[in-house]
């Protein structure tokens, strides 16, 4: 993914210092799912809890209002939509974004189970050795689908010959994704609701000079908040 230029400082979620009640995570939080109120419609997110470090991270951000007013800065159709520069809130047309961030990274919590299907929600990153994540910006996988010629070649140019499990590879095939960021980057949840709106966002005109791939046209997230959970079908 694209750099994020985040400071080297390497914290964990579980020692921040908001200096706000609403930083603190409480047990019931973590039952809770995640609404992003976009200007393209609202997404529904809900967090894993096999990557602790991610969820109580994004959990975190989400109370203290982190996101409110963040772009979409950076989306490409058929791969991805990505969100949560904070520099991106009042940035003027035409500026390159995706630098911004807390001051922090994530270790990564790379995860057999959790791989990049269709509606995923991924940590972006700088290229650091050990690939751990940007404290705050985010992606959503929309991708595309694969035949198994395709996978077999994103095993061997792209996942240096691992293998990708049966089951995944069915659902890169009917669903769709991109298999070539499996265990490179963090997949910490996925969309429950709203992958209508994840792929209006991702078929938006997007620019070609020096703010690439970002939308014409502001994306905006207007407001996130965690909401109750519904049983998902």
């Known amino acids: 993914m694209k750099k994020t230029g985040l400071a080297l400082l390497f914290l964990l979620p579980s020692i921040f210092s908001f200096g706000q009640k609403d930083s603190i995570i409480r047990k019931k939080?973590?039952?809770?799912?995640?609404?992003?109120?976009?200007?393209?419609?609202?997404i529904?997110?809900?967090?894993?809890?096999?990557?602790p470090l991610h969820r109580d991270n994004f959990l975190r951000l989400v109370k203290t209002g982190y996101y409110d007013s963040v772009l979409f800065h950076r989306v490409i159709r058929d791969f991805m939509i990505q969100s949560g520069d904070p520099n991106s809130k009042r940035a003027p047309k035409g500026q390159?974004?995706?630098?911004?961030?807390?001051?922090?990274?994530?270790?990564?919590?790379?995860?057999?189970?959790?791989?990049?299907?269709?509606?995923?929600?991924?940590?972006?990153?700088?290229?650091?050795?050990?690939?751990?994540?940007?404290?705050?910006?985010?992606y959503i996988v929309q991708g595309k689908k694969f035949t198994d010629e395709e996978l077999d070649k994103v095993e061997t140019n792209r996942l240096e010959g691992r293998k990708i499990p049966l089951q995944?590879?069915?659902?890169?095939?009917?669903?769709?994704?991109?298999?070539?960021?499996?265990?490179?980057?963090?997949?910490?949840?996925?969309?429950?609701?709203?992958?209508d709106v994840v792929d209006a966002i991702a078929g938006v005109a997007t620019s070609t000079g020096r703010d690439r791939d970002r939308p014409l046209e502001d994306v905006r997230i207007l407001h996130a908040k965690?909401?109750?959970?519904?049983?998902?079908?």
């Open 29 to 42: 939080d973590r039952k809770r799912d995640v609404l992003l109120q976009t200007s393209m419609g609202d």
């Open 44 to 51: 529904v997110i809900r967090l894993s809890d096999s990557t």
């Open 96 to 138: 390159p974004l995706g630098s911004g961030g807390p001051g922090y990274r994530i270790p990564a919590e790379f995860r057999e189970s959790l791989f990049h299907k269709k509606g995923v929600i991924a940590a972006a990153r700088d290229n650091n050795p050990e690939k751990a994540s940007s404290g705050s910006q985010f």
């Open 168 to 195: 995944q590879r069915e659902i890169y095939k009917t669903l769709g994704g991109t298999p070539h960021l499996d265990q490179g980057y963090t997949v910490f949840g996925e969309v429950i609701t709203g992958l």
């Open 226 to 233: 965690l909401i109750k959970r519904k049983k998902h079908k």
